[in-house]
T-cell receptor, first 114, second 116 residues
């Protein structure tokens, strides 16, 4: 079984400031990790994924995330946010083998103020 | 390549009625999963179909059912609707079953179901 905890339900930030959205997971098997973004009235769009190899993963729209196995974390970062980054962000963990159906966190609402 | 499409986008039904939602995956994708998204429960997995067979099922009552056709299109049905079934229903497609490797999903825009 696996679980995901997104530590902040809402993160307000000013435009052009850096942001970090936190995600911790637990799993009894090796994992793949994902971050998705959801804009209002839309489905989920994949931002980035960690499968293996380098622990620093770069995604679309200037986002990146770092996989930390010892801390079981996969935090999402962006050095300078824009108004258009205002959205809901979901962290998801998928196990290997028969545990491949992903478990999603409850989401973090990123609110970018001008 | 066209993305995942879901129809209808919005639906209003009355308690006790039934509803059928449709999902067309990305061309070539054989796995389709369905999720229910609500403010209170977040994203919850309903079921996954691969090559017309249900591979996995989430913890939902039997009122929720689905199927997949030979062209990989999928439908989900909810019978005897309850107020609590009001939600955004998301469909996601994947090239293959997760048993073959990483299960990377591509989501459709969802169907917003309102039960009154």
């Amino acid at each position: 079984a696996q679980s995901v905890t997104q530590l902040d339900s809402q993160v307000p930030v000013f435009e052009e400031a850096p942001v970090e959205l936190r995600c911790n997971y637990s799993s009894s098997v090796s994992v793949y990790l994902f971050w998705y973004v959801q804009y209002p009235n839309q489905g989920l769009q994949l931002l980035l994924k960690y499968l293996s190899g380098s622990t620093l993963v770069k995604g679309i729209n200037g986002f990146e995330a770092e996989f930390n196995k010892s801390q079981t974390s996969f935090h999402l970062r962006k050095p300078s946010v824009h108004i258009s980054d205002t959205a809901e962000y979901f962290c998801a963990v998928s196990g290997t083998g028969g545990s491949y159906i992903p478990t999603f966190g409850r989401g973090t609402s990123l609110i970018v103020h001008p | 390549k066209a993305g995942v499409t879901q129809t209808p986008r919005y639906l209003i039904k009355t308690r006790g009625q039934q509803v059928t939602l449709s999902c067309s995956p990305i061309s070539g994708h054989r796995s389709v999963s369905w999720y229910q998204q609500t403010p209170g429960q977040g994203l919850q997995f309903l079921f996954e179909y691969f090559s017309e067979t249900q591979r996995n099922k989430g913890n939902f009552p039997g009122r929720f059912s689905g199927r997949q056709f030979s062209n990989s299109r999928s439908e989900m049905n909810v019978s005897t609707l309850e107020l609590g079934d009001s939600a955004l229903y998301l469909c996601a497609s994947s090239l293959a079953s997760g048993l073959a490797g990483v299960y990377e999903q591509y989501f459709g825009p969802g169907t917003r179901l309102t039960v009154t």
